[in-house]
């Protein structure tokens, strides 16, 4: 039955999935958000998966034609933020099932020691935790104007205040986190998390591996002015036009936030796709500025035993694709 589902998918749809870090299974626990990691034997076992029942492609290839005539759907693999895991470990296995990918990289964050905003914030709220100091954190952030929304009760309280955080212009969220971040004397990082430019050179070089824009520095542009979406896109473009000798015309939407204003404001500066963190499959009449994703971590495609599960994953994808249908 599966394999029916998965012929027709592939005469009307292909699959981009989505992910962030692969990492082995001792290192798992060091990534701030378990929802980022996929496992390194996991990820070897989706690869076999994909080589086997699978037609993996450049991320364009797929947009300028989702259909496949062979009974296996094609499949773009992407990562978003530009994790130096990505070239330590995932790379290798890419490099060896000969599987291209896209990188969509925070170039501001690229050749430094720098942090995402979203780390920071999960870093500080575990200092405070560990310290019994949630509630003076707390009284602190509403002091600031947050957590006016009604959905607190909703959801957990970790994952509201970081949503809640996502809603402010980058610039005041990066100062406001600098304070905090004094304040509660969070230790600093001390092991490099995103790529380097000899990494993305090296990559780049065999042929497999494209970088695409995920903005300069990890910006939610629904909460940013006109001018800093275009410096955000700017920076990031010309940084890849520097480094890679080519202008991207694809973008990953951090946190997956856009509008119609965003949308206007890249079809201006010359983008022609974009990709959200919406599940779904990508057909001929998709909205090229509103593309669905398949997020693809442990927690999507293995086992209660942390296993891969190769029936689990193919449910997961075809589902998607169910979900697509019926909202179309």
């Not at 039955?1 to 001792?26: N, Q």
């Not at 990890?218 to 002015?225: D, I, Q």
């Not at 991207?248 to 963190?277: C, K, W």
């Not at 599940?279 to 942390?306: E, K, M």
Request: hydrophobic share 40%; glycine share 4%.
């Amino acid at each position: 039955m599966v394999g029916l589902v998965r012929r027709i998918v592939a005469s009307h749809s292909g699959l981009v999935l989505t992910l962030h870090r692969v990492l082995p299974p001792e290192e798992r626990n060091l990534c701030y958000d378990p929802h980022l990691v996929l496992s390194e034997p996991a990820f070897v076992s989706l690869l076999q998966l994909l080589q086997r029942d699978y037609q993996v492609v450049y991320l364009e290839e797929l947009l300028n034609n989702p259909r496949s005539f062979d009974g296996r759907p094609k499949v773009a693999i992407t990562f978003d933020d530009g994790w130096e895991d990505n070239y330590r470990i995932a790379f290798p296995h890419l490099l060896a099932y000969q599987m291209p990918a896209t990188i969509f990289a925070c170039t501001g964050l690229l050749n430094t020691s720098g942090v995402l905003p979203e780390e920071r914030f999960a870093r500080l709220w575990n200092q405070c935790a560990s310290r019994s100091k949630l509630d003076e954190l707390l009284a602190d952030l509403n002091h600031w104007g947050l957590g006016r929304r009604k959905n607190l009760h909703l959801l957990p309280l970790k994952r509201y205040w970081s949503q809640e955080l996502k809603r402010m212009p980058l610039t005041a969220r990066l100062l406001l986190l600098d304070h905090f971040e004094q304040r509660y004397e969070v230790p600093p990082v001390t092991s490099r998390r995103f790529l380097t430019w000899d990494d993305v050179r090296i990559m780049r070089q065999t042929g497999l591996i494209r970088i695409g824009c995920h903005t300069s520095r990890h910006a939610t542009l629904t909460s940013e002015t006109d001018r800093d979406i275009r410096r955000e896109l700017e920076d990031c473009r010309s940084s890849l036009l520097k480094h890679t000798g080519v202008v991207p015309e694809i973008l990953a939407y951090p946190n997956g936030m856009h509008n119609q204003r965003v949308v206007d404001l890249l079809r201006s500066t010359g983008f022609r796709a974009a990709l959200t963190t919406q599940p779904g499959l990508i057909g001929r009449h998709s909205n090229p500025f509103a593309l669905p994703r398949i997020a693809v971590d442990d927690t999507t495609v293995t086992a209660d035993d942390a296993q891969f599960s190769s029936s689990q994953t193919s449910v997961y994808f075809l589902s998607s694709w169910l979900r697509s249908t019926a909202t179309s």
